[in-house]
């Protein structure tokens, strides 16, 4: 049993590295990252880590490369699930009409008119939380080129964090490109559940924040008509 895991382990290993080296390496990632900003099942972070392992490693393409053109297969596939979004409405996508992603669809819709920005930047970290927002964000009419420029910030900024989480696996573990990879993928899901829910707790935050009760009304006997209860009327300052 032993030797077939190892067996199997080193046929992996070299099909990693025959990718890495391949040609089809760079339309692979740019594939990928395009196809999982509305399909959260496609591995998009997994190939930009694979390649930041092979170029570590030294081999395969140069990181930069890996960076440019992730980041750009990340930005049109943005782009592809708010227009899908904005044509078909938020139960287009499989992905968005479970139980999971209609708990982020509704958030994605709360949080998009109050804080656009930061949810369209938090949520590219997240798989099923990037989805729902890029595919709400067109059905609910936001505005699109104010969308486009947030995602190219967002794009960049998690082609380069997925860039690093591979670069700093393959140091790591370097004597295994595979295992550096495993390392690397681990280590970008973790990463992405802790800024889901950094993100959802300072939202949640935010909404009870908003929530300011005004002063409390009591029936005056006789006309019905509402009273301010004056015991909880703020005294004013003194006079200047």
Sequence with gaps: MVAWVVELWGQVEAWLLALVDS???????FATTAGDGFFPPIPGETVIVMLAVGAQSGGGVAWGLVLLVAALGAWCGDQLAYALGRALGTRALPA???????????????????????????????PVGRTAVNVTAGAVGFSRRRFMA???????????????????????????????????????????????????????RRERDAVVPGPVTSPVPGDGTPETDPALVACPGPAR
């Design 150 to 204: 947030l995602s190219a910030v967002a794009s960049v900024a998690w082609a380069t964090y997925s860039v690093l989480i591979g670069t700093l696996a393959a140091a790591w573990v370097g004597d295994s490109p595979l295992l550096a990879v495993v390392v690397g993928v681990v280590g970008g899901i973790l990463l992405g559940v802790l800024v889901d829910t950094v993100v959802r707790l300072r939202a949640a």
């Design 23 to 29: 040609v089809w390496a760079l339309p692979t990632l």
């Design 96 to 126: 968005l009409r479970g139980p999971r992603g209609q708990r982020a669809v509704a958030w994605a819709t709360r949080s998009l008119d109050r804080r656009g920005a930061s949810v369209v930047l938090g949520a590219r970290f997240v």
